[in-house]
């Protein structure tokens, strides 16, 4: 049986703005998996929320599908209709986003907002939707659901905020749910409430769950496999073992490094140095060469094709090519 | 909220009392008298005149009398329209500009906010331009350019509509239109940069990942928000169409308030000023008041009363 959920196809994505134009996505291909949680790891601007406004065609002027595709249950959404699209998004696929403080509507009660998607997609009456709100509410803990209904965003915490966010998601038991730093904005207490509340679900409800996030942690404790992305490409794809046991790119065990550990206290941290490439006018070779310890001539040259590590692992980097000389990186890490 | 309106009420009247002292005050403090006139009075007839409307009394009392008056809901008689008071002068005043204003504030809301929206839709489009141009002209052509244009063309040249009067219908259309023409401008500019900056909001990006229509985005999501700021400049504005606009009323001859408001300043006609002012001031604060309501009931975040 086909396993993939979604799959993305040489995706680009641009940005026209007045200074030129920036490629927010290049070349970015991925499957997700039924039923998995994928983590999207990358830093600020590294095109990993942009590929999914693009896939959920959420873009907002002057953001640009260049090429390729997406196919979701082997449809390509690129093709369809706004209205086929209105019916997929918040049905099929549902986004939670950063910011549970500026992605409620201020102005409508909890309640309101919940029902929505219900009403819209599963031709619900005011009461059944109520009801099923009641339920969703509580399944995302939220104490005294019925009274809640009637309050505005306002009344609520932040992490409560994120529940309601999560409920709205999942109302409709979608197929996949992209959940774009979903506990970013959060306490650290409270963030690790909200993972095992998402991790609850997914094992519930057989949803796929994507995580963008640029916090290793998350992706530890919650994702089966990862893509790592950077300057709008995908660097690494791999099992989440592999990630961080067997990082086959150096920016990967960039990143890695750049994470306190117990037992280091005394040590410093690694950070990558250098700062991430705008997109404007980006060089010819890998995006990441120039922050590189183990860089070669061709990396500023070329682009480096993706290599087969193992049944589910690949890595973007000439270090791995046959034809690069034996070095350092690949002693210590493969 | 019974108290949070109590406490309003209070803060109005103090308003209302600090309004008119200093109105009272200012008017004095400005040379010359209802009775002065180019040809000097005799001396025993201004005399006479002075004693029958109190004017000699001394300020003080002249004032403790006038609030007394107010207090009574009298603003006194007037001093150059003989035999009428100024309660008699707001009464058949009032309903001309009101009328005019009301019809002004109606057009304004069903064609403001429309342009507004339509070029918050379509922006940076030929539609956005066409309101953009408009709202522009709109703001920066003065009213009485404008009602001086619409009754050359549609007075004088093409004679489909009367100059002056509004004993019928037809009366209105040009004093109306050349009243509403800077505000319908402006509520249309208001109205499509609070939306713009609406659409721009995190929940709106929501509500379109959630799969609504378009529709619904807008009205519900949108509009409810985008409205705030609007409705806090319709307040100020509804006051002040609402009494008369001097420019206006005097182009189209039309018998309001905002003629007899100038008219009373020019003749130094003290009562009138201070009626007027008294009836405007009080007019305002209600509307603002009113504006405060409307807030609480579109924005939850805004709490009346501090009850929580």
Not at chain 1, 92 to 102: G, L
Request: net charge positive.
């Amino acid at each position: 049986m086909d396993n993939t959920l979604l799959s993305i196809r040489n995706l680009h994505t641009s940005f026209f703005t007045h200074v030129g134009e920036v490629k927010a996505v290049q070349n970015v291909s991925y499957d997700v998996r039924r039923g998995e949680i994928l983590g999207v790891v990358g830093e600020s601007g590294s095109g990993k929320s942009v590929s999914y406004m693009s896939c959920m065609r959420l873009l907002q002027e002057p953001g640009r599908i260049m090429g390729g595709d997406v196919q979701f249950k082997g449809e390509s959404l690129l093709s369809k209709t706004n209205r086929q699209m209105r019916n997929i998004r918040g049905n099929r696929m549902s986004m939670i986003f950063q910011n549970p403080m500026t992605s409620l509507n201020a102005v409508l009660k909890i309640g309101d907002q919940i029902t929505e998607p219900l009403r819209e997609h599963k031709n619900m009456s005011r009461a059944e939707a109520k009801r099923e709100a009641i339920s969703l509410l509580e399944r995302v803990q939220i104490p005294d659901a019925e009274k809640r209904l009637s309050a505005y965003p306002h009344e609520f915490s932040g992490g409560m905020r994120q529940r309601v966010l999560i409920a709205m998601a999942i109302a409709c038991r979608p197929d996949l749910i992209i959940a774009d730093e979903p506990t970013t904005a959060l306490d650290v207490t409270i963030q690790s409430q909200i993972l095992e509340l998402m991790k609850d679900l997914q094992q519930d409800l057989g949803t796929s769950i994507v995580f963008i996030t640029h916090d290793l942690g998350v992706i530890a404790e919650t994702c089966s496999r990862v893509v790592v992305m950077y300057g709008s490409m995908v660097m690494e794809e791999a099992p989440v073992d592999d990630i961080f046991h067997r990082p086959a790119h150096p920016y990967t065990e960039g990143l890695l490094r750049s994470i306190p550990k117990p037992g280091m206290e005394d040590k410093r941290l690694s950070p990558i140095p250098g700062s991430p490439p705008v997109q404007l006018s980006p060089p010819p070779g890998c995006p990441f060469a120039p922050r590189c310890n183990y860089a070669m001539n061709i990396c500023r040259r070329r682009l480096p094709e993706f290599t087969k590590i193992g049944e589910n692992h690949r890595s973007a980097c000439w270090l791995l090519s046959g034809h690069a000389p034996s070095n350092n990186f690949r002693r210590e890490n493969i | 909220m019974f108290k949070y309106i109590l406490k309003r009420f209070v803060s109005m009247i103090i308003t209302m009392f600090v309004i008119i002292t200093i109105t009272f005050l200012l008017m004095h403090s400005v040379p010359g008298g209802p009775f002065a006139a180019e040809k000097a009075l005799p001396p025993e007839v201004e005399q006479a005149l002075l004693e029958k409307y109190h004017l000699d009394d001394p300020l003080w009392k002249q004032y403790v009398d006038y609030v007394g008056g107010i207090l009574r809901f009298d603003l006194g008689p007037s001093f150059k329209y003989r035999g009428l008071t100024v309660n008699e002068l707001i009464v058949s005043g009032f309903p001309v500009s009101g009328r005019v204003g009301g019809l002004s504030i109606l057009v304004i809301l069903l064609i403001g906010i429309p342009l507004g929206i339509i070029a918050a839709l379509k922006q940076n489009r030929w539609e956005d331009a066409v309101v953009r141009f408009l709202a522009t002209l709109g703001i920066t052509i003065p009213s009485f350019v404008l009602a001086t244009l619409l009754l050359y063309v549609f007075s004088l040249k093409l004679d489909l509509l009367p100059s002056f009067g509004i004993e019928s219908w037809k009366g209105y259309i040009l004093p109306v239109v050349a009243l509403s023409g800077y505000s319908i401008s402006f509520v249309a500019r208001l109205t499509r940069s609070s939306l713009l900056e609406v659409f721009r909001q995190d929940y709106m990006i929501m509500a379109r990942a959630k799969g609504l229509s378009e529709f619904k985005i807008l009205f519900k999501h949108g509009l409810k928000n985008a409205l705030i700021p609007i409705v806090t400049v319709m307040g100020p504005l509804i006051a002040g169409l609402l009494t008369g606009s001097f420019v206006i009323e005097k182009i189209f001859a039309l018998p309001g308030m905002g003629g007899h408001f100038v008219n009373g300043i020019s003749n130094r006609d003290y009562t009138v000023i201070m009626g007027i002012t008294v009836f405007y001031a009080g007019f305002l604060l209600i509307m603002v008041f009113i504006v405060d309501l409307i807030y609480g009931f579109l924005d939850p975040r805004i709490k009346l009363d501090n009850r929580s």
